[in-house]
């Protein structure tokens, strides 16, 4: 059977996330964003859509590099306001059955414990629908609203990360047995407290008693999706990511990245197999080419430059520059960060012979990147097709150009398609949690040979010395009787 | 016209929240708290009821002093399992337009920043119907799951906490004026970034520069809840809480206590009557007195008397001593922490010379406390009334026995006899938001003599030498052009 697309709507709580300036479109929704209705009306349309999930990004901090703090983010509402990704999803859960939920959050400033319960409880309230983005926060902003003078260096911060992990995996998968609740009405035991424990984690960044607040969800530990780059990111992926987030500007590139994912994967014991592979995709898509060629046409007379420096945190102002002036000349004498001050994200990888009005119209255009394709449902399908079998990828997170205009043309119009071609499910038939959705029902919990399992033998729990069990935190008087 | 009753189902998102035991009760619906479908019935009951809203309590760790650590209250579900309060309401607001949700959440463990920005997200997703029950966390364990040795100090918690209260009314007052957002279309600005702040914080505990990541919410500061007790308590509810929990035996300690913090609240600028007072009650109620005393009976004999001590915290197990020691005999030589080592809360104000057998017994029954009433509807009706205006209280927080039965029973029984009477709401008019349904039309912010309104002067938000405005974080070429 030919490989099947996963596909989740790219989404942000906030206007305007990863396409800038198109919240001016009369028909754009985006403004709704502080509303529920928005994120249930959205919620229902891609389950109607049976797509895998909502994959919901997130930030802690604004974009201040560009220009005068975040003075130009706030006015593009580039990702300011933007509110908590994880209260949308009960919301969402309620008026859905079947639908995934990713939530980004990062490891670098909030406490394990607090967060391994938040987690906890939307895979109770969404019955294992619930998946976890790992980050570690890139924004300076973000550190500084956490007490931190500024960035933590990355490669602490995935130290930081390895251990936060570990935190959950004991309380997720370590605390708690399977059969610890027996709801005896007869004994009047809610939960026997011999098969629960205390973690009693102390390591170089965290100290938690546990045991765990709640009882065992569907999935215990969520799904866990990370973005792999760096070769601390790699290592970190390869470790503990079920879903990777990967990309590069051909097959080539693509098949090589994931390659080579997979053979750390192996390297650590794990099925290679065991990792999907995910593509942020941009899909613009009508009845025929007149309709497609004004949508894109509409689409890129929107777009704001402005906004994707302000999002690739450029220090530089590009659009002050005279259009024929290299880009090396912008960047002469500004060192090495964050390519030479230009920034990151959208603008890495920019050959620095082009010239400035070059690369803004490359910004202006959509399809620098493998992952875009402007066509009819049969030219988008084969277009699709070809990314699942020449990448080997397993599926994308489509980026929304409106809301909800990108999902329901997708929906309209590729959905179909691809089910004719047996690529897209017909219905959800994989299992109830997000897990099984991935890799097959009967799957939902981190499977044996994966590093968080380790903790569900309590031995790995202990620390030498000290005692599996609960220590009596004080010592007691002998009563009489 | 005579004083109406404010009333809230007191709820906890766990098993066994204030009466312990009753969980085995085979009609009792708390083992489905995992479940969204428990809270969205129980908040359309409430809305049908036209109550004020549900208010949740919240711990954050085990309760570990009775026995071997938290063995006991596993069995007895003591609040563990329990789940995170603020995800259930974003789902309850779902199904619901006026019920006001009220939730606990600790200002000792978690930054400040990510819960002023989770308020402001539930404050936009409910239209301004969330409250907050500030509390700085009493157990020990609370502690040891996020870092620290033990329970921090009384007096120290409140330190930290007052001064988290000014990093969360800087962001939530101080960070974005009210039209800050223009969503000025034409001329492609969502937000005029002059109408927003960073907040630059530096203070004894907690760094945060902001701004502000949630564009202004319908109420802006949630409101406050809090209960006073100790002198800091007091001090610290005099300056910050809207609604003030309060108790006492008879009429005349609750009047004391209440004037008591009303004297507090004058003296520090502010409207004694911009405080309303909220107790927690039990209501039994039947159509009959036959009716009552078998409700009576049936919760009366499930009563965990060892779940009731596990809550408060007791160090020593009172039913394994004979029934006919004396407390003081229990207690002798143990020093004088929690009550001798008896515990707090519920076993509070024991008279010594009891009996071990008199204070279990009277821990079995229900009536310790001026604010229960077990009867027909007119008979709780007139004690509710002379509550209302013997004790000078607003309003109460209505215990649960079973859910959903003690909320069925008192809005099919008690509501349309207090309406009757004049003494609650025919339906919801107050206004939109939760603030509007305790003050009256028109006051959705907070007032402005309240403490936290200062912060709306830019003026009190910079540090003198700082400037108000965003500082660029690094210096930038001058472009050509």
Redesign the interface.
């Known amino acids: 059977m030919s490989k099947r697309l996963h596909v989740n709507l790219f989404e942000m ?1 906030c ?2 996330h990863i396409v800038h ?1 198109m ?2 479109h ?1 028909d754009n929704q985006r ?1 709704r964003f ?3 209705d928005y994120w ?1 009306e959205l919620a229902r349309l891609l389950e109607y859509g049976t797509f895998d999930g909502l994959f919901l990004a997130d930030v ?3 974009y ?2 560009f ?6 983010a ?4 580039m990702q ?5 990704p ?6 969402m ?3 859905t059955r079947h639908l995934g939920f990713g939530a980004t959050f990062s490891t670098t ?3 394990p ?2 967060f391994a ?2 987690m ?3 895979d ?2 969404t019955r294992g629908r619930v998946g976890w983005n790992i980050v570690t926060s890139y924004l ?2 973000a550190a ?5 003078p500024g960035e933590v260096p990355h490669d602490h911060r995935y130290e930081i990360a390895d251990e936060f992990m570990d935190v959950l995996y004991k309380l997720w998968e370590g605390s708690w047995d399977d059969d610890a ?1 027996i ?1 005896d ?1 007869d004994r ?6 011999d098969k ?1 424990r ?1 973690i009693n984690h102390e390591g170089a960044f ?6 765990h ?3 065992p ?1 569907p999935q215990r530990t969520p799904v866990l999706f990370q973005a792999s780059g760096s070769p601390a990111g790699l290592e970190f992926a390869a470790r503990h990511a079920e879903v990777v987030f990967t990309g590069g500007l051909t097959a080539q590139d693509v098949r090589r990245n994931i390659a080579s994912t997979r053979a750390r994967v192996r390297a650590l014991g794990r099925d290679p197999q065991a990792i999907k592979f995910l593509v942020q995709a941009g899909v613009i898509v009508g009845r025929n080419d007149e309709a497609v060629a004004s949508k894109l046409d509409a689409y890129r007379q929107l777009m ?1 430059v402005r906004g994707a420096l302000v999002h690739a945190q450029s ?3 590009l659009l ?3 259009p024929e ?1 290299p880009i090396s000349t ?1 960047t002469a004498g ?1 060192g090495q960060g964050r390519a030479g ?1 230009i920034g990151r994200g959208v603008l890495a990888g920019f050959d620095p012979q082009l010239t400035v009005g070059q690369v803004l119209r490359q910004l202006e255009s959509f399809d620098r990147d493998r992952y875009f394709v402007a066509g009819t449902p049969s030219v988008v399908a084969d277009t699709i097709e070809r990314w699942l079998d020449e990448d080997d990828i397993d599926g994308i997170n489509l980026r929304q150009y409106m809301s909800f205009e990108t999902a329901r043309d997708f929906i309209e119009l590729v959905v179909p398609e691809l089910r004719r071609r047996g690529r897209f499910r017909e219905s959800y038939q994989e299992g109830e949690t997000l897990r099984e959705r991935l890799f097959g029902a009967g799957q939902a919990r981190l499977p044996a040979e994966h590093y968080g399992a380790r903790y569900r033998d309590p031995a790995n729990l202990a620390i030498p010395g000290q005692p599996l ?6 010592s ?2 002998v ?3």
């Open positions: 709580n206007v305007s300036g919240w001016v009369p403004h502080n509303d529920l249930t802690i901090g604004a201040d590099s220009g005068q703090g975040p003075r130009a706030l006015e593009e509402a300011i306001p933007s509110n908590d994880l209260l949308l999803i009960p919301a859960a309620q008026v400033y909030e406490p414990f607090a319960r938040r906890s409880t939307l109770h309230l300076p902003n500084r609203n956490f007490g931190l609740v709801r009405r009047k035991i809610y939960t026997d407290p629960v205390a965290f100290k938690v008693a546990g045991p607040l709640c009882q969800s704001s220090e530089i102002d002050a520059w005279p002036t912008v500004r001050g069990r609960f220590d009596p935190p004080v007691r008087a009563p009489v009787g």
